[in-house]
């Protein structure tokens, strides 16, 4: 399986402010995604990083509240920008090595909250 | 037709019990079904999971009951112990490669007594 880290692992942000999350993995995986799980909720899709090209963004997200860059094949960032307090979340960078992989594995998660 | 159904919101049970988590889903092209376990402040971790060409996978205290004919799935934890208190969530995705999404279940939390 691979090893995911993500940084900061919590953060306490202002209202209007930005904050960028980073994913490292310890290996080459060819998908990459970004979660976002509410307090005591299931978890939802933000997007798929696609590397090279821009983010394949779910109902509901958009690109300008939530850039996501994918330079290679081992990191990502997620901005989460000008946040309000509906921002605060769990949210989880995600990986499946390979296309014809089923398997999918979630880093420790970067915990949000916005004051 | 994207929605998988979890249930019970919550379970208590005691040390020693079996823990039971049931799924069920619409989509009949979902060919990939996980079991995530999820413990305060860190990210789910993969439990186990089943493809539907099988009935039943064992893994340890931990097996998944998979009936394709009625969509449904569950997660039996045998033997449970204080530690196995967490959340569960189950999941499904399909084919083809580069859009294979999970779809989570609402989750389960767990609390084993001791």
């Known amino acids: 399986s691979a090893v995911i880290s993500q940084k900061p692992s919590r953060d306490i942000c202002q209202r209007g402010t930005s904050l960028t999350i980073q994913c490292q993995v310890d290996s080459q995986v060819t998908m990459m995604f970004w979660y976002r799980q509410q307090p005591g909720q299931s978890l939802t899709l933000i997007a798929t990083?696609?590397?090279?090209?821009?983010?394949?963004?779910e109902s509901g997200f958009v690109i300008d509240k939530f850039p996501i860059s994918r330079p290679n094949l081992t990191f990502s960032t997620l901005t989460v920008s000008n946040m309000s307090p509906e921002d605060s979340s769990i949210y989880l960078c995600?990986?499946?090595?390979?296309?014809?992989?089923?398997?999918?594995?979630f880093g420790p998660g970067t915990r949000l909250t916005v004051t | 037709q994207q929605q998988v159904k979890q249930s019970p919101q919550s379970l208590i049970v005691q040390k020693g019990g079996i823990s039971i988590i049931n799924c069920a889903y619409e989509n009949t092209a979902f060919d990939y079904f996980p079991w995530y376990q999820q413990f305060p402040g860190k990210g789910p971790a993969l439990l186990i999971a089943i493809r539907p060409d099988v009935s039943e996978k064992k893994e340890g205290r931990f097996t998944i009951s998979f009936n394709k004919s009625a969509k449904q799935f569950s997660l039996h934890i045998m033997d449970s112990q204080p530690g196995d208190s967490a959340t569960y969530f189950c999941a499904a995705s399909r084919s083809p490669g580069s859009a294979r999404q999970l779809t989570f279940g609402s989750g389960t939390q767990l609390t084993v007594l001791p």
């Open positions: 995600s990986v499946r090595p390979g296309l014809s992989t089923y398997e999918q594995y």
């Open positions: 990083a696609n590397q090279g090209s821009e983010a394949t963004y």
